[in-house]
């Protein structure tokens, strides 16, 4: 962090320096009289003059400048530490620590020390540190107040063509700037005159940007870097990634090159926690995460394929909106998706499939906002289709708060850096919703109508007093919400912290009972498939024995007709041969007319009388 303090008076101002010496005498300048003037000179006598006792006063009033009066206090954490040495990790500062106490002049000023260190604390006992000063019936509930919130400055667009303002990002420091991207995302709608530049405005001149950022394609996010107030990194509508240095002026200072780049927008860009402060990472609907070091931009470092599979399959991957990245837990980072799913990653994993810890699914369409709670982390807040939903991390199955379901579409929201009950969404109906659960629940605390156009982002600023929320057209809005808002109430914490316990708690035993009903649901099933499969057992051989004794039945008959139409045809055999003996006794008179007619068919009659006889054998 490079600390600058600026003068606001003019050189001039402060006088010029004055440099005493010691040297001579000198003549400037030496006017001789002049008897002329001596003889104009008249005497007047007598002489009347008033003299009064007193002062002359006379009464006056004039506009004076207006003097505003600021105050400042600084957070001192702990210092002392190296610039190569995180305070915040544990092992360097173990390391650090061994290092100097081996040091030989750490004993000599250990006891150097406390002789002073003693002074204070005799200080310290005499003074009575627990008294109370102030009765706590003087004290005044915040709550009490109204809640409400007013607009402050709107900064617009200064293009004929409006785009839309994509992203917002506060200046790390002072917080007197405001970065915006702006961007249309319309698909193939995008005007060609239409300009590509994103702006830094100062809070206090709304009529022109402060500086004009000039990337090779719309940006859709832009970030500040938490350490290097100068650096911002931006997500370009190819793909990119542009870094900026405002003291290198408007142009890009770094860009990744297209060829590594992402195959579509890049709708999410955070700074990630190293010592350099030069690593970032990104993310796009391509599917993709990418890393990033600024130092060396033109490929990325690492690439996580966001496929829910644990494949690594590009074809499969989910595309990836919102971004979400803690520092006090610099391994995990989530993914929101456009298809309502919220994927938690850990970075330092070897695998794939470790990279993707869990998901998180609840809502119907894409998620546009994904952040942790500040003073819970392992509760964060997404906003998606027409809800909010606050989850848990120990209750992955479904959320253990959501909004209603509103009648306009939300489009980004973000939590209160000062209360950790307080988050703000944005909606299409140009509507700002704050909500306080601790307050109210079913219903936003406060609803704030902001612009007739819909609202797109939302930023708030870390002290929680102003919100910049920026519109469709353009037009960047700045919002200061009343102190009942941003004002840390009493007892909030713990009661926050017993409302997120008590929730997570009741989630759990709502999936242990739906875990146990569908198990049931299950084991019903099962027994009616085996049941189902008894019975088609069952019926299988029932109907197999019914159709043997059909088949039987039908043998049977088959036999039983053919017995009846052999009797029938032995029959018939026996009363023919009966009829042929009788024509046998007629052919034997016939024949012997025949003969003793001189002709007969004595063949004829031995043939027929062979016939019979066969068929009397048959």
């Not at 105050?71 to 190569?84: A, L, Q, S």
């Not at 309502?340 to 869990?358: D, F, L, P, W, Y």
């Not at 850096?417 to 299409?428: E, N």
């Not at 102190?483 to 109430?489: A, F, I, K, M, V």
């Amino acid at each position: 962090m490079e600390i600058v303090y600026v003068y606001v008076k003019k050189r001039s101002e402060f006088g010029k320096q004055c440099n005493f010496s010691d040297r001579q005498a000198e003549l400037s300048i030496d006017i001789a009289p002049n008897p002329q003037l001596t003889e104009q000179f008249v005497i007047q006598d007598p002489v009347d003059r008033g003299i009064q006792c007193s002062y002359d006063m006379s009464e006056h009033e004039v506009n004076t400048e207006r003097f505003e009066m600021e105050t400042r206090g600084i957070n001192h954490v702990e210092g002392g530490w190296p610039k190569d040495v995180n305070p915040q990790e544990l092992e360097q500062t173990i390391r650090f620590r061994k290092k100097v106490e081996k040091d030989e002049n750490y004993i000599n000023a250990i006891m150097q020390l406390g002789y002073v260190m003693e002074h204070c604390i005799k200080q310290n006992n005499a003074i009575d540190i627990y008294g109370e000063y102030f009765d706590e019936e003087d004290v005044v509930e915040v709550s009490d107040e109204v809640l409400s919130a007013k607009t402050i400055n709107v900064f617009r667009d200064p293009h004929e063509i409006k785009r839309t303002a994509t992203h917002l990002s506060w200046h790390p420091d002072a917080n007197r700037k405001l970065a915006v991207a702006y961007s249309c995302l319309d698909f193939q709608r995008a005007d060609v005159n239409m300009s590509y530049d994103s702006f830094i405005w100062d809070l206090e001149n709304p009529n022109a940007p402060e500086l004009t950022l000039k990337p090779s394609s719309p940006l859709v996010t832009l970030e500040y870097n938490p350490k290097d107030s100068h650096v911002l990194i931006g997500g370009c509508y190819n793909g990119q990634i542009a870094c900026w240095d405002t003291r290198k002026g408007s142009l890009v200072a770094e860009l990744s090159t297209i060829e590594f780049s992402h195959r579509d927008p890049v709708f999410g860009a955070l700074w990630l926690q190293s010592k350099t402060g030069t690593e970032c990472f990104s993310a796009s609907t391509d599917g993709q995460v990418m890393w990033w070091d600024i130092r060396k931009i033109n490929e990325p470092t690492e690439v996580l394929i966001m496929d829910i599979s644990r494949k690594g399959v590009l074809e499969n991957a989910l595309g990836a909106i919102a971004l979400e990245f803690e520092p006090t837990m610099p391994t995990k980072f989530m993914v929101g998706t456009e298809q309502g799913v919220v994927i938690s990653c850990n970075r330092k994993a070897k695998t794939i499939a470790e990279k993707i810890v869990c998901t998180f699914s609840g809502h119907h369409g894409p998620i546009y906002a994904l952040q942790r709670n500040p003073f819970y982390p392992k509760n964060f807040l997404t906003v998606g289709d027409w809800t909010a939903r606050i989850w848990s991390e120990e209750s992955r199955e479904s959320c253990i708060m959501w909004t209603k379901y509103h009648m306009a579409y939300i489009t980004d929201g973000a939590w209160s850096p000062q209360r950790p009950a307080v988050f703000f969404t944005t909606k299409m109906d140009g509507t700002v919703d704050i909500w306080d659960f601790v307050f109210k629940q079913s219903d936003p605390a406060l609803s704030l109508k902001v612009c007739d156009e819909p609202l797109f982002s939302l930023k708030v600023q870390d002290n929680g007093c102003f919100l910049a929320c920026g519109s469709r057209l353009g037009t960047a809005t700045l919002l200061e919400v009343s102190p009942g808002l941003c004002t840390l109430q009493r007892n909030e914490k713990n009661a926050v912290s017993s409302f997120f316990e008590r929730e997570t708690r009741r989630e759990k035993i709502l999936e242990a009972r739906h875990r146990e009903m569908r198990l049931k649901e299950k084991g019903k099933t099962e027994v009616k498939d085996e049941e189902a499969e008894g019975e088609i057992k069952v019926n299988q051989e029932q109907m197999l024995a019914q159709t043997e004794e059909e088949f039987f039945d039908i043998i049977n008959t088959e036999i039983r007709r053919k017995e009846i139409a052999l009797k029938k045809a032995l029959k018939k055999d026996i009363e023919d041969l009966e009829g042929g003996e009788e024509e046998e006794e007629e052919g034997e008179e016939e024949e012997g007319e025949g003969e003793r007619e001189g002709g007969g068919e004595e063949g004829e009659g031995y043939k027929g009388e062979e016939e019979a006889e066969e068929k009397a054998k048959e």
